[in-house]
């Protein structure tokens, strides 16, 4: 789990791999987190490892950005 502080953005940056994912409730860990920095007015966003081949996917997105699709 990485963890980057920018209240003065208006956020909390958490990144989480697939196993984090299934260890941690995340509504549970936004609760904790602004609890312990004390970000009553801050959002907490949440960046997820994904599943899918990075190799694929990327080229798919390149060929759509590129229109040949």
Do not use: P
């Not at 209240?7 to 602004?34: M, P, S």
């Amino acid at each position: 789990m990485e963890i980057y502080d920018k209240r003065d953005k208006g956020y909390i940056e958490v990144w989480l791999t697939n196993a984090e994912q299934r260890q941690y409730d995340r509504k549970e860990l936004t609760h904790q987190f602004l609890e312990k920095m004390g970000a009553k007015k801050c959002k907490v966003v949440y960046f997820l490892s994904g599943s899918d081949d990075l190799l694929s996917c990327t080229e798919s997105l390149l060929k759509n950005n590129l229109g040949c699709a």
